[in-house]
């Protein structure tokens, strides 16, 4: 992993390299950092908080400096310039609008501090607040304004003065479900009109497979894998990314064989079960085995033919409209989850029947435990 | 449907409004009963007080009534000059009737023993008057006439038109004549509004070093707060309420104490000056003299209503979160511009409220001006005390301070038209 990102850095338009960062003298937030970003590419920084993303966003946009290790913008390092001559757009959680400003004079405030005149500058906040449907609003003053309004004129504000890049702090954290979704549409809208480099910090996964091209996902200062977005739902590389992104059932146990891209996997109950081995390598290693859950499968002719199935019981099922989520009890444990399409012919289970499970072994990927 | 609404009703039949009120009826009363001390305290404290003084400066009955200090019996005064005045319009001379009427009065205040506290009303408008009524009261009841001839035998000052004027004015106990003495003015004998000649004018000048003083405490309080109240607002919160403990220490410790120390400091052998000898920045005989004028007064006083400053800017600060100067920074802000366009405009509400508070309180300020202000540093606070402890002019002393509360209040108005009080927050 270190030998591929250490190819692409020195290429991209935006590049961390060997960045570290410390607070406090004693402990690193961010562990040698390497990465390169592409021009036009929308790329999110993924964690659980504490994990070091929004650190590194703030040392991009000039507010944290990097203790250690380079960062460079367009091939120019950028770790002695000011924020002010960045040149970067951000947009931050609570938006950040000026509240003492109407919107037209929040937008033109970027403008002015650049010395645009009247006239260029009139045209350019009309033609940003049009960008995000606001044309009607600038007179008003941020507090008349919904959360998803302010959001887009967060959005707008960054992007008044053309920045080269465009940063985002998890920006949609404050909005409630339905406005959130609509405006992952609008924001990657705009990023593929407006061929925009975005880097985009969130702690919810679900918004970082929807809008990236590609995630990094951070756990304790380190990027545990950089992928896209399918890459890293189906081939996580490891437990930490399995289990953070989208759920996932795990089974442990120890390597029974391994051989040319197969593996089994002997449980501590001791069922044999199938798996890809991923980070394991040897006989007799300890792996944990994870398995999303609509993979699972309990009718046995949905199975690829000599696959290993494994006896469950059934606990509890859940209707959840679109997909029936079924708990089971399995080797030993009772939180193996298995989900099902809600479809006209859909065999019910009942809670207390048991049934034979089964997987396809490319579905199951054996990683090193945690 | 008609386009007046019907009149609603409960379901069975009371009109809707009388409901809701009777309903409510109870936990009103109950609210009521719960703020009924403090609207008794505030009553009884504080506008009645204010009620009293303000009339207390616009009458005073000396010239008309005699209170008995041992029995409070009120005995009427210089009732046939009174009358005379009555029957006679402003500006006819007073004939041989006006001082027959006044020599009957002199010979009773004689047998009331009031001729002192009459004398001393007259003696507000015109300094020096007392002694011409307690003289010849004394020689009351020698006066034969013809009265006016008499009269002037006794005092030539009974001639004097201007004695006359007082005596009409101060005839009706309701008078205006003491906000004119409160603002250095008073009248001649036409009755016009004239200035007083200038050795004796005191009070504007007061006034005008009050507010002066006043403006250049609540500046250096700003500039010494501002700073203070934005690294406490930044600190995290458990270091920001050590410090904050510190800036309210000063609270804890007598006024008296906090004012003496500085006269400690700053006394001409005090331990500033003392130090500044020993390094060698001034010498044995230039020792700076910073106590008992007006720097002493500023020092203490900044002192003293510095929290004042901050505890407001901090409520104000503490909640902007500091994205918003990042924001400007990364939208190509300096930080001076970050900070003059977008921080600064977002405290102003507090800076309002700091520099109102400490304004006002200084205006009124009192014992510190009193211990450390010498000659020099005295403000209008001082000289309202005097009357009031001192020359018991009690209706001058009422009238400097009304003048003082009218004054305040019009500041209260013009911050309300130009800054609005609702974008006041004081903590």
């Known amino acids: 992993m270190t030998a591929s ?9 935006v590049v961390f390299d060997r960045v570290q960062k410390s607070y406090d003298g004693v402990t690193l937030v961010v562990k040698d950092l390497n990465l390169s970003i592409a021009k036009g590419e929308f790329l999110t920084m993924l964690g659980p908080s504490g994990s070091g993303k929004t650190t590194c966003l703030m040392m991009l946009a000039g507010f944290e400096t990097a203790t250690h290790g380079d960062i460079r913008l367009d091939s120019r390092p950028i770790n002695q310039v000011p924020p002010h001559k960045r040149g970067i757009g951000m947009v931050f959680q609570n938006y950040a609008l000026f509240p003492h400003m109407s919107v037209g004079e929040n937008l033109a405030f970027p403008l002015e501090v650049r010395g645009i005149g009247k006239s260029e500058r009139e045209a350019k906040i009309k033609r940003a607040l049009d960008m995000v449907q606001m044309g009607a609003f600038v007179h008003r003053r941020p507090a008349q304004l919904s959360g998803g ?80 977005p399918d890459e890293l739902y189906e081939r996580p590389r490891n437990s930490f990314v399995a289990q953070f992104i989208g759920e996932n059932n795990k089974l442990t146990g120890v390597v029974e064989q391994i051989e040319a891209g197969k593996a089994l996997v002997r449980l501590a109950t001791g069922e044999v079960i199938d798996a890809t081995p991923v980070n394991v390598t040897h006989k007799g290693q300890k792996t944990l085995v994870s398995i999303r859950p609509e993979r699972v499968e309990f009718k046995p002719d949905m199975m690829p033919p000599g696959a290993h199935v494994i006896g469950a019981e059934v606990i509890e099922v859940i209707y959840m409209g679109d997909i029936l989520r079924a708990r089971l009890h399995v080797a030993g444990s009772s939180d193996f989850i298995m989900k099902m399409r809600n479809t006209i012919g859909q065999t019910r289970l009942s809670p207390g029947q048991t049934v034979n499970i089964g997987w396809d072994p490319l579905d199951a990927r054996a990683l090193e435990p945690l | 449907m008609s386009d007046a609404p ?29 703020v009924a001390p403090l609207f008794l305290f505030v009553v009884i404290t504080f506008v009645i007080p204010i009620g009293q003084m303000l009339f207390q400066s616009v009458y005073n009955p000396g010239f008309i009534e005699y209170e008995n200090r041992d029995t409070g019996e009120i005995t009427k005064l ?15 001379q007073p004939d041989e009737t006006a001082y027959a009427a006044l020599a009957a009065d002199l010979v009773h205040l004689k047998a009331t023993r009031a001729g002192g506290s009459v004398g001393e009303r007259i003696n507000y ?47 009706t106990g309701y008078t205006l004549d003491f906000y004119l003495n409160a603002l250095d003015l008073t009248r001649d004998e036409t009755g016009a509004i004239v200035q007083v000649d200038q050795k004796v004018r005191v009070y504007v000048m007061l006034f005008m ?81 910073m106590m008992y004028n007006r720097i002493g007064t500023i020092v203490a006083m ?13 409520s104000v600060m503490r909640p902007i979160p500091p994205s918003y100067v990042r924001a400007a920074r990364s939208l190509g802000a300096t930080s001076w511009t970050a900070f003059r366009r977008v921080y600064l405009p977002q405290t102003l509400p507090g800076v309002g409220a700091g520099a109102l508070l400490v304004f006002i309180l200084a205006v009124g300020y009192y014992i510190t001006p009193a211990l450390v202000g ?54």
Not at chain 1, 5 to 13: L, M, S, T
Not at chain 2, 25 to 32: C, G, H, K, P, Q
Not at chain 2, 304 to 311: C, G, N, S, T, W
Request: hydrophobic share 50%.
């Open chain 2, 302 to 314: 900044t002192h003293i209503l510095l929290p004042f400053m901050v505890l407001p800017l901090y």
């Open chain 1, 149 to 228: 309004q302010q959001q887009r004129i967060a959005l707008a504000r960054a992007l008044v003065f053309d920045p080269k890049l465009v940063l985002m702090d998890e920006p949609l954290g404050a909005l409630d479900k339905q406005l959130r979704e609509h405006m992952q549409f609008e924001i990657k809208h705009l990023h593929d009109s407006l061929g925009l480099t975005v880097v985009y910090v969130t702690h919810d996964q679900g918004e970082a497979l929807t809008m990236s091209d590609r995630v990094a996902v951070f756990n304790d200062g380190v990027i545990q894998q950089l992928d896209t």
């Open chain 2, 209 to 289: 070093r009050t507010l002066g003083l006043s403006a250049a405490i609540t500046l250096i309080c700003l500039v010494l707060a501002f700073p203070i109240a934005h690294l406490l607002a930044t600190l995290p919160l458990a270091r920001s309420n050590l410090l904050m403990v510190l800036v309210l220490l000063p609270f804890w410790t007598s006024l008296l104490v906090r004012t003496t120390s500085w006269i400690v400091l700053l006394q001409s052998q005090g331990v500033v000056n003392d130090l500044m000898v020993a390094v060698g920045i001034i010498g044995e005989d230039g020792r700076i003299q």
């Open chain 2, 125 to 171: 408008d015109i300094p020096g008057t007392r002694s011409l009524f307690t003289t010849t009261v004394r020689n009351a009841d020698r006066l034969a006439p013809p009265y006016r001839e008499a009269l002037a035998a006794a005092d030539a000052k009974w001639a004097d038109p201007l004695v006359w004027r007082a005596m009409r004015s101060a005839s």
């Open chain 1, 5 to 13: 990102n250490a190819a692409a850095v020195g290429e991209g338009f």
């Open chain 2, 6 to 34: 019907a009149l609603l009703t409960t379901a069975d039949g009371q009109p809707l409004k009388s409901a809701l009120a009777h309903s409510q009826a109870r936990s009103r009363r109950r609210a009521f009963l719960l």
């Open chain 2, 78 to 92: 210089m009732t046939n000059v009174t009358a005379w005045f009555e029957q006679n319009p402003q500006g006819t």
């Open chain 2, 374 to 427: 010498g000659a020099d540093g005295q403000l209008i606070s001082n000289l309202i005390a005097f009357h009031m402890q001192k020359s018991l002019n009690w209706s001058l002393a009422a009238a400097l301070a009304s003048i003082l509360l009218f004054g305040v209040l019009i500041l209260y108005w013009l911050y309300d038209r130009i800054v609005g009080i609702d974008n006041m927050k004081l903590g």
